[in-house]
């Protein structure tokens, strides 16, 4: 092997040509180990060759460079463990995956119409920004066993247990034999909902347990926050343990005022089983 | 006036609102009569729930050992019964 000795070696011909280095047979160029370009070791990522936008740089299984494949909008990159290239996959999300959303402008009732399904045992429902028409007035809970066509609604259908705390005193109540689930207490003095804008909205989350079984009772447990009525500077907490008295498998529900319309923001989850 | 409810939007409701059934209608009507009619009785429960609560530790030591404290006693048991008396 012969070996030229200089500090630089240019193209000898020509304005613009490039400089050719070329093994024989099978060999090729072979740079040092830290080699420089324009004078900063390393090769920046601009030199790299012109590829495919929103592909990424992997090895595959053989150990040889290739790419991840670009993935869709909203996907991740999410490994296939070792000895395999990752991936573009959807993203596999948390526990609760979203259903439907209702927002309701005065409206009679909010409904949310053959929602439960085989795909989740329990499901999570979000409301607020409530308000209703009429003043001091409680939210109800109904279910429904025909897709929302009747409500369950006859007198002793459902049972709620509570805890509230109007005015700062705690208060624990019981409605047995009621044609709703009452999110907060109508045995409890002062905790109504206020229908007046300044003094605030409510909100509740409640959680819906085995709605689709016929062998279990539906259960329902939540927690609100009611908008005084009258008083904007108080709040009433309302925990609510509540349930059909009777096993039904339900598909729909639906959240209404005991007195006239109610407006707000509802969604609903489903909880993953697994 | 006829009623809506409101329901998520799709294409058969893209308003997301879905007029009452007359035989909702008639069940609301219904729904909100019971609630007027049963007023009474849910404030007269709710009023025992909150003497119910005067009656702290303190109140029945007070009224085991002193004339006032029964009296007060007597007087949240009287009220009690009186409203009692409402709902039977």
């Known amino acids: 092997m012969s070996t030229i000795k200089a500090d630089a070696i240019e193209a000898a011909t ?7 280095l070329t093994g024989k047979g099978t ?4 740079i040092e180990t830290g080699f420089k370009v324009s004078g900063t070791a390393g090769l920046p990522v601009s030199d790299l060759r012109v590829g495919t936008d929103g592909e990424l740089i ?7 460079p290739t790419t991840v494949a670009v993935g869709t909008a909203a996907q991740v990159l999410t490994s296939n463990g070792a000895g395999a290239a ?3 996959q959807d993203a596999a999300g948390g526990a609760y995956e979203f259903i439907s959303s209702v927002t309701a402008s005065s409206a009679a009732s909010v409904d949310f119409d053959a929602v439960f399904s085989g795909s989740y045992t329990n499901y999570l429902m979000i409301a607020e920004g409530i308000i209703p028409a009429t003043d001091a007035t409680v939210m109800w809970i109904r279910l429904s066993t025909d897709g929302g066509s009747t409500w369950v609604s006859s007198a002793g259908a ?3 247990n509570w805890l509230a705390n109007p005015a700062s005193t705690a208060v624990q ?3 047995g034999h009621a044609t709703a689930i009452e999110v907060n207490s109508s045995t409890v003095s002062n905790n109504g909902q206020s229908n007046v804008t300044t003094d605030g909205y409510s909100a509740f989350s409640a959680t819906i347990y085995s709605p689709q079984s016929s062998s279990h009772f539906t259960r329902v447990v939540g927690h609100a926050i009611i908008a005084d009525s009258g008083d904007p500077s108080s709040i009433n907490q309302n925990l609510f343990a509540a349930g059909r008295r009777a096993a039904e498998a339900h598909d729909s529900i639906q959240v209404l005022s005991s007195s006239g319309n109610i407006s707000g923001v509802f969604k609903l989850y489903g909880i993953k089983d697994a | 006036m006829a009623r809506f ?3 998520p939007v799709s294409e058969a409701y893209p308003n997301g609102l879905k007029p009452f059934t007359p035989e909702e209608e008639s069940q609301r009507d219904a729904d909100e009569a019971a609630w007027e009619a049963a007023k009474p009785q849910l404030e007269t429960l709710a009023k025992i729930a909150v003497l119910e609560i005067q009656v702290t530790q303190r109140r029945l030591r007070e009224a085991a050992l002193t004339d006032e404290g029964k009296a007060w006693l007597q007087n ?5 019964a009186a409203e009692r008396a409402k709902v039977r």
């Open chain 1, 14 to 20: 020509g304005t613009n040509t490039d400089l050719v």
């Open chain 1, 27 to 30: 060999g090729v160029p072979d």
């Open chain 1, 58 to 64: 992997t090895w595959d299984a053989s150990g040889n």
């Open chain 1, 86 to 88: 990752p991936t573009f």
């Open chain 1, 158 to 160: 459902y049972t709620t």
């Open chain 1, 173 to 175: 109540g019981s409605l």
């Open chain 2, 5 to 7: 409810k409101a329901v």
């Open chain 2, 76 to 80: 949240i048991e009287d009220q009690i």
